[in-house]
């Protein structure tokens, strides 16, 4: 038994002293590192702390051999290497402007290097490692207490020989009382970031103005007349943010409805800056409670957090654990529409002249109506400038792009300058933003650079960015790069079922019209879209082929032009007359009862020789087109007067008299100044033969004159370039 007892003790000790972490120190390089040799292969994590860096392992009984790390690294590069009580983990304090990056050597073997310098803008080590332990306290350096030197010229005294010195006994000294290092409050420093979390918000929505530092601020006392809220309406370490000067709010909406409060929509309190992964854990833990049955709480926690994340379709998933009728189902929901760029028409409308966040989500799913009535510019900026700052960069393009439909322009801009005060790269976001604001104020081309530069860095935004640049050059009346829309194809097929699907969609048909492919567009993009249909067929009769506007605009299969606007089948119906398809254009401007499809109905019915049906569609219109056409009509049902006169009505002097002369009104003609068509009318009264004359003489000369009369007549026409009516 003795024996077994030793053994086993022998094999505890030897487990024991195996789970050590050995750190060792060296130079390579000029580059300091540090060498840890795990026991055994596993997983590790390096991220920041709120003093420097952490390694953790997931042991936390592993103990480290830090024995040798400063025979080797100065306190220059590294400050302090300590293990955290509480956690387990591995603390390092760098003592310079330098980072920390890891690599893994080995299975069981890491290398930390202290490299100078920021770290890389991509680096996975500076994210915060969570739970890390406390921070390390302030360190401080001793001085070493050494004896004063002797003073200059003072000698020993010499001892003497008759004197003894004299020992007084030993006396015991008091203890000293322990040292205690003062650990700081973790509390004092969630304070501290609460508070600056606060003052930041209320600084970008205008209700704090900084002062610079050394200035005196004297807060004037203000008088509440209202009671005091009661205790239990009051949340802690929270602060109302109102705009300086802004009045009480508005309540209700113009139909009556009540505005939401700011406590129903605090999204910003929903979640916090800290690990996902840890949260999302948090929230989903004990989310069935008994018989399985869902804890109706954290249905709802774990919904707002996911709606904290910008996850909009989970958290509707979510919802569907709760019961039909739960009052918060209508407004979670609402929201995961929004946030996933969905339009919401049951909890939000008309709500954008609240006073409250309300103003926001209304506004922004108010997208079917481009100029909403009544918007509360001042609610929505700074409703938006209390999202946390993930969400505003997520927002801020479709909240921007709905304040330039309404012509807003400066609150696109503050949508902008919300994103961009915060720290931090911003990503192709802020780019499209400005990009919009370039082309809101005439900078069409600045803006196309601006996505062309989205475009080359190959991003989420870069499916948007293309479609709107290719958007803004056949607004200028360039024909894209039929490679840019063959890639916006590929890009379309990606993202064809997300928020970004409809603007791509429509934007790859133009491109598809105006590059040869518009029977694909029509067929695969359009053929169940009227109102994207309304926009190819004018593109298509702009820009596209003949033949191919032809073969699609009479193939019943495609074309129903009683289905579009007045002006699309119009621009069809002018490029089909034009192009000689002239049954064609009658069936697409059949119906049409404006001016200017009356002129097209006229023109067609002369194309088809139909005067009569020409002059009914241009009877009371007065231009001088419509007299042209009336002239026209005129002349082919024989009526040669009339269009006389309505030639001189259009002001076509030179057809009018071309119609004179088949008319025969040669009294008109004698009044005419050119001296050739008078010579004419001279020959034709003049008697064309003497008295004395017999009739073979006289049938002669009458032969001769007209030969003559009939060669000036000709000549006359030629002159005058006058073909027939």
């Not at 105006?514 to 567009?521: K, L, M, S």
């Amino acid at each position: 038994m003795f024996r077994c007892l030793v053994l086993l003790w022998f094999v505890l000790a030897g487990a024991a002293h195996s789970q050590v972490v050995t750190v060792r120190a060296g130079q390579q390089d000029g580059v300091y590192r540090l060498v840890l040799t795990l026991p055994e292969a596993t997983g590790w994590e390096l991220g920041r702390t709120g003093d420097g860096y952490g390694f953790r392992v997931p042991f936390a009984d592993w103990r480290y051999d830090l024995s040798t790390v400063f025979d080797a690294i100065p306190r220059e590069r590294l400050a302090a290497l300590w293990v955290d009580p509480y956690s387990g983990t591995l603390r390092l304090a760098p003592g310079c402007d330098c980072h920390l990056l890891a690599t893994a050597f080995r299975p069981g073997v890491v290398i930390l290097d202290i490299l100078d310098g920021p770290p890389p803008s991509a680096s996975p080590f500076e994210l915060e490692l969570a739970d890390a332990g406390r921070p390390l306290p302030p360190l401080v350096v001793r001085k070493t207490l050494r004896p004063k030197a002797r003073p200059a010229g003072l000698a020993p005294a010499a001892a003497s020989a008759s004197v003894s010195p004299v020992v007084e006994p030993a006396r015991a000294r008091p203890p000293l009382p322990p040292i205690v290092v003062p650990q700081p409050d973790p509390r004092a420093s969630q304070l501290r970031d609460r508070l600056l979390m606060d003052l930041s918000r209320s600084i970008a929505a205008g209700a704090v103005q900084p002062a610079a530092k050394g200035s005196s601020v004297i807060a004037e006392p203000r008088v509440d007349p209202s009671p005091p809220a009661p205790p239990e309406t009051v949340k802690p370490n929270q602060m109302e943010i109102r705009q300086a000067g802004a009045p009480s709010g508005v309540t209700t909406t113009a139909e009556g409805k009540a505005c939401l409060g700011d406590d129903r929509l605090d999204v910003s309190a929903w979640g916090n800056d800290g690990s996902a992964a840890i949260q999302f854990a948090q929230a989903q833990a004990n989310l069935l409670g008994e018989f399985d049955r869902p804890d109706r709480d954290r249905v709802i926690a774990l919904t707002r957090l996911n709606l904290f994340f910008g996850f909009g379709a989970e958290a509707r998933l979510l919802l569907r654990l709760l019961h039909p009728d739960d009052p918060d189902m209508p407004l979670l929901d609402a929201l995961g529409k929004l946030v996933d760029g969905a339009t919401e028409s049951t909890v939000f409308p008309g709500m954008q002249g609240c006073d409250t966040a309300a103003a926001m989500w209304s506004f922004l799913g108010s997208q079917d109506d481009p100029t909403p009535h009544g918007a509360n510019r001042d609610a929505i900026v700074r409703s938006f400038s209390a999202l946390p700052l993930h969400l505003r960069r997520h927002l801020g393009i479709r909240l921007s792009d709905r304040f330039l439909e309404s012509g807003d322009r400066d609150g696109a801009r503050a949508i902008r300058d919300a994103i961009d005060r915060a720290t931090g790269p911003h990503g192709s976001g802020l780019v499209l933003i400005d990009a919009g604001l370039d082309f809101a104020e005439g900078r069409a081309e600045i803006a196309e650079q601006k996505l062309g530069s989205v475009v080359a860095d190959d991003g989420a935004a870069a499916a948007r960015a293309l479609a709107i640049l290719i958007d803004s050059r056949l607004r200028r009346g360039e024909l894209p790069d039929p490679a840019q829309v063959l890639a916006l194809e590929a890009m379309y097929r990606e993202h064809r079922t997300t928020a970004e699907g409809p603007l791509l969609r429509r934007i790859l048909a133009k491109g598809q019209v105006v590059t040869g492919e518009a029977d694909r567009a029509f067929r695969e993009l359009a053929h169940d879209d009227p109102d994207l249909q309304a926009v190819l067929w004018p593109l298509l009769a702009e820009h596209g082929e003949a033949i191919k506007l032809a073969e699609l605009a009479l193939d019943p299969a495609i074309a129903h032009p009683t289905t579009l606007p007045d002006d699309a089948r119009l621009s069809v119906a002018h490029r089909l007359q034009q192009i000689g398809f002239t049954e064609g254009a009658r069936q697409w401007a059949q119906g049409l009862q404006s001016a200017e499809a009356a002129m097209l109905n006229a023109a067609i019915a002369l194309d088809l020789r139909d005067g009569r049906e020409a002059l009914r569609h241009v009877a009371g219109l007065e231009s001088a087109d419509a007299h042209a056409i009336r002239a026209r009509a005129l002349a082919l049902i024989g009526d040669y007067p009339g269009a006389s006169l309505a030639w001189e009505s259009a002001g076509a002097k030179d057809l009018a008299e071309r119609a004179r002369l088949l008319a025969q009104d040669w009294d008109a003609l004698g009044s005419a100044a050119d001296a050739e068509l008078q010579t004419v009318i001279g020959r034709r009264a003049a008697t064309p033969f003497a008295e004395d004359e017999g009739p073979l003489a006289r049938s002669r000369t009458l032969l001769t004159n007209s030969e003559a009369t009939r060669a000036e007549i000709d000549a006359l026409l030629r002159k005058r370039q006058l073909s027939g009516i």
